[in-house]
T-cell receptor, first 116, second 109 residues
Framework: EPEVTQTPSHQVTQMGQEVILRCVPI?????FYWYRQILGQKVEFLVS????????KSEIFDDQFSVERPDGSNFTLKIRSTKLEDSAMYFC??????????????FGPGTRLTVL | KNEVEQSPQNLTAQEGEFITINCSYSVGISALHWLQQHPGGGIVSLFMLSSGKKKHGRLIATINIQEKHSSLHITASHPRDSAVYICAVAGGGADGLTFGKGTHLIIQP
């Protein structure tokens, strides 16, 4: 069964460093998403991506964040200068079409980011 | 902006009991998702509902669009059902899901 994969599973970095989280969405899916979950809190939407551009972003997704689809399979989230409060689990998801049209989202296993 | 509320926040039950988890939301939606999150952190999609009722094995999900309310039921609960169950909604022209805080379910043998 096709699945969304994410690497690495755990990333430890120093405050101020850049990190890139990687995701491989399901191959025939067109919409890609990043979510984050700070420990003990609810999952929050960061950004959606379609047709090689950002479709929607939340207020959390500020200038330190960027997303890219560098090739036909990978979807990346870059955090330019990490802060302590960026420590969280980051989930990638993909769907066949836009979520507002009621399509199921498939989630990756997550990357746990720890900023020291 | 949609507000998603789940109840209860925590639920401990004995194996075999019938479980109900509730979700309410404030703004009209295109779909409601029930998700399961295990201690390792991964999220698995259980159901996506736009109307009515869906059943998968021992899990049943219902939604009442007029009342902006959904329920997730687990019949003949088992310790392996222990997890966090999350309600999330889609719609209002937004791509991203809006999540509830989750219900932490523990089924004791």
């Amino acid at each position: 069964e096709p699945e969304v994969t994410q690497t690495p599973s755990h990333q430890v970095t120093q405050m101020g460093q850049e990190v890139i989280l990687r995701c491989v969405p399901i191959s025939n899916h067109l919409y890609f998403y990043w979510y984050r979950q700070i420990l003990g809190q609810k999952v929050e939407f960061l950004v959606s991506f379609y047709n090689n551009e950002i479709s929607e972003k939340s207020e959390i997704f500020d200038d330190q964040f960027s997303v890219e689809r560098p090739d036909g399979s990978n979807f990346t989230l870059k955090i330019r200068s990490t802060k302590l409060e960026d420590s969280a689990m980051y989930f990638c998801a993909s769907s066949e079409a836009a979520n507002r049209l009621a399509y199921e989202q498939f989630f990756g296993p997550g990357t746990r980011l720890t900023v020291l | 902006k949609n507000e998603v509320e789940q109840s209860p926040q925590n639920l401990t039950a004995q194996e075999g009991e019938f479980i109900t988890i509730n979700c309410s939301y404030s703004v009209g939606i295109s779909a409601l998702h029930w998700l399961q999150q295990h201690p390792g952190g991964g999220i698995v999609s259980l159901f996506m509902l736009s109307s009515g009722k869906k059943k998968h094995g021992r899990l049943i999900a219902t939604i009442n669009i007029q009342e902006k309310h959904s329920s997730l039921h687990i019949t003949a609960s088992h310790p392996r059902d222990s997890a966090v169950y999350i309600c999330a909604v889609a719609g209002g022209g937004a791509d991203g899901l809006t999540f509830g805080k989750g219900t932490h379910l523990i089924i004791q043998p």
